[in-house]
């Protein structure tokens, strides 16, 4: 007998959330929430989320972040979309946002004024700083790596370089569902909503949090990491005899060894003044050449089947758009398969875990259509025709993007 499949993790399965965000930060939040099960709605304005519409790498903001999600189209300028927001938050436990403090007071949503409201809603607001003498400024990804070191530790001295995705803004989100999570378990404890508030610049400091305490600890800063002093005997990216760039590590004594044995070095091997780790760091000027020479009288396949077995660190040097034919990102769970309302489908990553050895995936990765589920959300919270027209901000059949 076959034994029954094991049930989808989905541990906020019955948690719902408002989302009213755009751009990453705040809808990664809500993606890894729904990831997790929770009912996200994302709350729109009627011509949506302006990251809709970006191009170029903007592009993919919007379909990435917002899988797994229903959209709800409200106008909150108007008496009625307002109302309705309220009639939501007053069913939900999330309300998960990331506009200034100021904008949402002046529209009581801000969170003081939805806790005196709603005394067990949990807040979730992604800002670019937390409480303190910068938190009303603006923040981007790109600004908060230029302010922490990050841009500096980067790119060479005098050209600081932001990283190359908006891997803050991922991880804030990724901070914004952890934080959502631990609230909605003290919430268990003490019955009270809770206010959470994740900082994008406090994200990035905690990022360089390394080269600060090394700083404390020794009195000294370290260098950009493309400059960075090695503290492992090879750790660097070399070309191969049919042309590719490959990264190779050996990081002790062992592996040193080993890659000596691959590479037909024999003289390095028995070098009496080459065995151990910090002699052979601090002789890298004289090694790395011979090294790479050898590398570089090899072919890529040839090397990668002698790395693997013999437990050599290595990678391929590849651009984002190769992982779509990478074998392992192809394996089950790996890439999820999304529906788009105005376009093909396109694959994306899930979450970076296994469950009991299984992949986590949401039941559906789909991307909602504009307002494709105001009329339903919003007629179950007791809404007629009219309210819900006038809530959304009425268009005639055909006028603009929105589908209800």
């Not at 003498?133 to 600081?160: I, K, L, S, W």
């Not at 750790?235 to 037909?264: M, N, S």
Request: aromatic letters at 6%; hydrophobic letters at 45%; charged letters at 20%.
């Amino acid at each position: 007998m076959t034994a029954p499949a094991a049930p989808p993790f989905q541990p906020l399965a019955g948690t719902k959330v408002v989302e009213m965000s755009h751009m990453i930060m705040g809808p990664s939040c809500g993606m890894f929430l729904a990831f997790m099960g929770a009912e996200v709605v994302k709350v729109e304005p009627p011509d949506g989320d302006k990251t809709r519409h970006l191009t170029g790498m903007g592009s993919a903001f919007f379909p990435t972040f917002n899988r797994a999600k229903m959209s709800v189209t409200l106008d909150l300028k108007a008496p009625a979309g307002r109302a309705a927001l309220d009639r939501l938050l007053e069913g939900a436990d999330v309300f998960l946002e990331n506009f200034r403090d100021s904008a949402l007071q002046k529209i009581g949503f801000a969170p003081d004024q939805l806790r005196a409201k709603y005394p067990q809603l949990i807040t979730a607001s992604c800002k670019g700083f937390l409480h303190g003498p910068y938190q009303d400024r603006t923040a981007m990804d790109e600004v908060v790596q230029m302010m922490t070191g990050m841009a500096y530790m980067t790119g060479p001295t005098g050209r600081p370089l932001r990283i190359g995705s908006s891997a803050n803004d991922i991880m804030g989100g990724l901070f914004g569902a952890f934080a959502v999570m631990g609230a909605l378990m003290q919430r268990q404890a003490d019955g009270s909503g809770h206010d959470v508030r994740i900082g994008l610049f406090e994200n990035c400091l905690l990022l360089v949090a390394q080269h600060m305490v090394q700083f404390e600890i020794e009195g000294r800063e370290a260098p950009p990491m493309p400059e960075r002093e090695f503290s492992w005997p090879v750790y660097d990216i070399f070309d191969t005899e049919d042309g590719r760039q490959i990264f190779v590590g050996a990081v002790t004594e062992g592996q040193w060894a080993t890659l000596c044995d691959i590479l037909g070095l024999a003289a390095l091997k028995a070098d009496p003044a080459l065995q151990h780790r910090m002699a052979q760091i601090e002789a890298r000027d004289r090694t790395i050449p011979l090294v790479a020479a050898a590398i570089r009288s090899r072919r890529f396949d040839d090397l990668i089947a002698a790395f693997e077995p013999a437990g050599i660190p290595f990678a391929p040097i590849h651009r984002p758009a190769e992982m779509y034919a990478d074998p392992h990102v192809n394996r089950p769970g790996g890439l999820l398969t999304s529906a788009r309302p105005d376009g093909p489908a396109f694959r994306a990553p899930g979450l970076p875990l296994e469950l009991d050895g299984r992949p986590v995936a949401p039941a559906s990765a789909d991307l909602p259509g504009l307002g494709d589920d105001t009329r339903a959300v919003l007629a179950a919270l007791g809404m007629d025709e009219a309210e819900i027209a006038a809530a959304r901000g009425h268009r005639e059949p055909g006028e603009g993007s929105e589908r209800v």
